[in-house]
């Protein structure tokens, strides 16, 4: 069998994401090594998830520099001893410079609480909601230079209820997240999805659409 791909997971926040790739590679359902978790933030409960699953962070706060591109350079000091072949933004709140990103190539993932190209940056949910949607919920995606603009390679959708709020929405599209996030990222790691040329590629065939799994 093939060695698993070793992953990095960059991190903000709660890290329920992260929560999601540590249960999946813990039940035998994810073939990935969890090399390390980095937080720009050193109050993020991620690391304490991190810690608890025995898996090594790194921490380093962006506002000990003064631009972006010298804290990602920073940033790719604190990954490169681990190797990673994967990246996986899980709730990690921060643009990435355009040397980080060619750093990497081809080998970030990003999660975003959207059907994307639909409501690119924050708010998604409450904007969601002001246009009357009748369908939401989140794309996993290549990282590229465009904020929220990469490749898509995975999309999980619901249906909006009646009289829902932003927090209940939220709630629920966090739930599929959780679902298709490790779903999204084994595929690359197996190599069954690729990112070649700027595009996406599933099963050896363009993928000018996302796969869409409905909830
Ligand atoms: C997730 O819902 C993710 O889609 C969003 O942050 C949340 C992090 O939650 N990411 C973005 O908005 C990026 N543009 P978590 O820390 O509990 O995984």
Not at 20 to 45: H, R
Not at 90 to 113: C, E, K, Q, T, W
Not at 145 to 164: K, N, Y
Not at 176 to 182: A, F, L, N, S, T
């Amino acid at each position: 069998m093939a060695k698993p791909c070793k992953t990095a997971i960059l991190i903000s926040g709660s890290g329920t994401n992260l929560q999601a790739f540590i249960d999946a590679v813990a039940s035998g359902g994810l073939s990935l090594e969890l090399a390390v978790v980095f937080s720009n933030n050193p109050q993020a409960f991620g690391l304490e998830r991190a810690e608890k699953a025995g898996i090594p962070t790194a921490c380093i706060p962006h506002t000990d520099y003064p631009d972006r591109a010298t804290f990602d350079r920073a940033l790719i000091g604190e990954l490169e001893p681990f190797a990673p072949e994967l990246l996986i933004l899980a709730g990690y709140m921060r643009i990435l410079s355009p040397d980080f990103v060619a750093h990497y190539s081809g080998r970030i993932l990003n999660i975003h609480p959207a059907l994307l190209p639909l409501y690119p940056g924050l708010n998604t949910h409450q904007r969601v909601l002001d246009a009357g949607d009748k369908w939401h919920g989140s794309t996993v995606h290549f990282v590229t230079e465009e904020l929220d603009g990469g490749p898509r390679i995975l999309q999980g959708r619901l249906e909006v209820q009646p009289g829902e709020t932003a927090e209940e929405l939220a709630r629920r599209v966090q739930a599929v997240e959780h679902r298709i996030y490790p779903e999204a990222a084994a595929w690359v790691g197996s190599g069954r999805a690729k990112f070649l040329n700027g595009q996406c590629w599933i099963d050896g065939k363009l993928a000018e659409e996302p796969v869409i799994f409905d909830y």
